[in-house]
């Protein structure tokens, strides 16, 4: 284990934060972009049984987006491990919303893990969970 | 991205199973064997706020094995990535448990990532939570 680059944590940081970028904007084609679209893509939203490959993840987001008025996220990191093509972080989602008219405030934990691309870093699994 | 070696996948899942394996024997000297004992280490146990850094997270173990009389764990797997030095395992663990004399029977989904050693596969990350 040696120490990463920091410009290298501050590229996965980039590329989580047009994750939270691409979520507050309920933008589809942003979530495209941002994740892996490959069937070994992984995703939790809180409380939801695991989703595997982006078909069904991309499915979620568009149906998270239907009922979201707004997102509004302050990320505050934990924690970035980087290894190789891989980098995984851990941040508190700080998040004011509306949802299906329903405003709240409230924070959970996700861990975000991205691969290497020549174009840069993709989304592979996120992990998000609350306090409760 | 390209699919991983069969006989990656194995050993990744063999230390996944010797997380579990020390986690039912409430085991912390296997804990120090199975996690990276690192400052970058990360583990968000259900419910719980994340802990960065091993001592915290030896710690957190050292806690939950003193309050538990039994944990039987039947693992899941749904999802197996791995790039490079780093391989990301989400499962399902269905779990027994025995916790300060009160029995109970449920499930959680976690995502448990590990990074390559010239001896073996250390857990860097483990990000459990409930269904509910």
Redesign the interface.
């Known amino acids: 284990?040696t120490q990463p680059e920091p410009e290298i944590v501050e590229e996965i940081k980039a590329a989580n934060q047009r994750f939270y970028d691409a979520f507050s904007a309920l933008d589809i084609s942003g979530m495209d972009n941002v994740w892996?679209n490959?069937e070994?893509a992984?995703c939790?939203h809180?409380?939801?049984?695991?989703l595997?490959g982006w078909e069904s993840i991309r499915m979620s987001w568009d149906r998270i987006f239907q009922n979201a008025n707004l997102m509004q996220f302050q990320i505050r990191y934990?924690?970035?491990?980087v290894?190789?093509?891989?980098g995984?972080i851990?941040c508190?989602e700080g998040i004011n919303s509306v949802v299906q008219g329903n405003a709240g405030s409230f924070s959970t934990?996700a861990?975000n893990?991205f691969?290497?691309y020549e174009d840069g870093w993709r989304m592979?699994?996120h992990?998000a969970?609350?306090?409760?």
Chains 1, 2 share one sequence.
């Open positions: 284990m892996e490959s070994r992984m939790v809180p409380g939801w049984t695991p595997v934990l924690n970035v491990v290894q190789g093509e891989f995984c851990t508190v934990f861990t893990v691969a290497r592979v699994a992990h969970s609350g306090s409760g």
